[in-house]
């Protein structure tokens, strides 16, 4: 034999039997194990966040509710103070009124002369009458000729505390003990007065 058929003859032969597919290892699955029952702590914690987010919506309404009480608590306030500063800006103008000033100028004596003199500065020289003034006033501040003021007509004079811009007295009534204050009505600015609630 020769070495060519030598190495054809060492070679290995194929196999007749068809090759075997790998086996697919199949197990049965394990028995499931038992649900755990659940928790009660999980429990707990989910009941009380959700009563805890209750809670925290009750409480911001009630704190919303209690804004909007004060709220309105200060707008009845401020309309209060508006009322308050009007009536005392009248009568800041009732007592500026000339009225007002020329009667307290009256009861403390001065008078007003009805031909006044000018001194002129550059000479020195006294220009008009010169004379004094005479003891009656040329002029009745309180007379026919003043214009009335409703703001004033109870209102005392500052030299007289019992005359008032008419010259009248005022009428002093002694206090009643007994007699029940009378209680005003609210303002009615914005529409119709509404309970007060709380």
């Known amino acids: ?17 068809p090759e075997r597919a790998p ?5 049965a699955v394990p028995a499931a194990a038992p649900r755990r029952r659940p928790k009660v702590g999980y429990a707990i914690v989910a009941f009380g966040g959700a009563v805890a987010i ?3 919506q009750m409480s911001l309404s009630v704190l919303t509710t209690q804004s909007s009480y004060e709220l309105a608590q200060l707008n009845q306030d401020k309309r209060a103070a508006t009322l308050q500063a009007q009536e005392l800006r009248d009568e800041v103008a009732g007592l500026s009124s000339p009225q007002y000033l020329a009667a307290n100028a009256a009861g403390l004596g001065m008078v007003i002369d009805g031909a006044p003199s000018f001194l002129r500065l550059s000479d020195g020289q006294i220009i008009g009458d010169g004379a004094a003034a005479g003891s009656a006033s040329t002029v009745d ?25 008419e010259g009248k007295k005022q009428e002093t009534k002694a206090p009643v003990a007994d007699a029940p204050k009378a209680e005003l009505p609210p303002p009615v600015t914005e529409g119709l007065p509404s309970p007060t609630t709380r």
């Open 23 to 27: 086996q697919r290892r199949l197990q």
């Open 1 to 17: 034999m020769s070495l060519a058929n030598a190495a054809v003859v060492t070679a290995p032969r194929p196999s007749s039997a």
């Open 54 to 56: 209750a809670v925290a």
């Open 141 to 165: 501040a309180k007379g026919r000729g003043a214009v009335g003021n409703a703001l004033l007509d109870k209102r005392p004079l500052t030299t007289d505390p019992e005359a008032t811009i």
